[in-house]
């Protein structure tokens, strides 16, 4: 096994158990507080913190890794997300608004110092000449950390009703403090620290590729979260009658089908030239949820128009997310990889950030039909966006 691969697969069990407990700790703040009688906008400010955070965190952060090291950079990411899960251990009484957002925001912090290391600690394992294999990395990388993600939605439905709110970010701060010591002693050290000085400015991408990708990725999260966030859970537990079982359980199912699907992205997009798959992708993804809006409102059956089109916008949602992952790791630059993935991933979460709340105040307000044909809007924009990038050649799944 080459040092590389042993690098690759440290970063990916960091990535990995991070993302176990950030799922769960999602479906445990939606269920426990929508049990408790928040509104749905209510939860939605509770993750205000946490998306806003992880915008300055990704813009900061890839400045940071530069400076420090990329191994720093996800090393503070575990220990902020123990710290953030110690914040929620304690009595009920303590969970006041105010402070479930404090430690949102620290999660939220953790959560892309973590990212931020993991796909720019990619790009510095990979010759630029192989595409090819940086694509499937990327792709398997990003649709595992999802599935996982998924696995934790669920693992968060389960700790909810066995151990309790307390007792279950009690169980994932020790399990994750476990992980992040074995990474202080396994994670090489100086990985992607920039051999020039980058200076605070740089944090501002100065390529019109990255800026362009960025923005189109701004609109595609929004979209997804639009109505993923707060507005579908809380209408599957409250239209459908769903338990917190079966709405654990089946958001769960969506994002481990949604990673799966990124993992195998290559071989479904296989090698097509020039910016045409992005475009094209996104343009098709934003015919579901105005296809689902549609199918509410002319009364067909809502389990079977939001359940099946949930599982359609997962599969193409998931393909264009993977196109997304690999172009920016590849339009990156070699030193200070982290100054572009951080740039680009402060996009991702402006994007979820507005998403969020939107989620939240729209779905109050006007209804989950409102929230896709919202969803349909920002998609389409991110498809006209990716008309602008440069014009270049996918890498071929094979080719490497």
Known sequence: MTAAIRQYLVITGNYWAFTLTDGALRMLVVLHFNQLGYSPLEIALLFVFYEFFGVVTNLVGGYLGARMGLNRTMNIGLFLQIVALAM???????LTVVWVMVAQA?????????KMSAKSGIKLLVPDEQQGTLYKWVAILTGSKNTLKGVGFFLGGVLLMTAGFAGAVTIMAVALGLVWLASLFLLKQELGKSKAKPKFTDILSKSRAINVLSAARMFLFGARDVWFVVALPVYLHTVFGWDHWQVGGFMASWIIGYGFIQTIAPRITGNMEGKRPVVVWAAILALIPAAIAGGLMAGWSPQVVVVGGL????VLFAIN???????IVSYARGDGVSLDVGFYYMSNA???LLGTILSGWVYQ??????????????VAIAALLSMMLPDRALASPANG
């Open 106 to 114: 620290l999660s939220g912090i953790a959560k892309d110092l973590n």
């Open 365 to 378: 307000v006007y209804g989950l039909e409102a929230c896709l044909w919202i969803s349909a809007g920002l």
């Open 88 to 94: 929620l251990a304690v009595p009920s009484t303590m």
């Open 321 to 327: 997310s993977s196109l997304h992952s690999y172009l």
């Open 350 to 352: 402006a994007g979820r």
């Open 311 to 314: 599982l359609l916008f997962g």
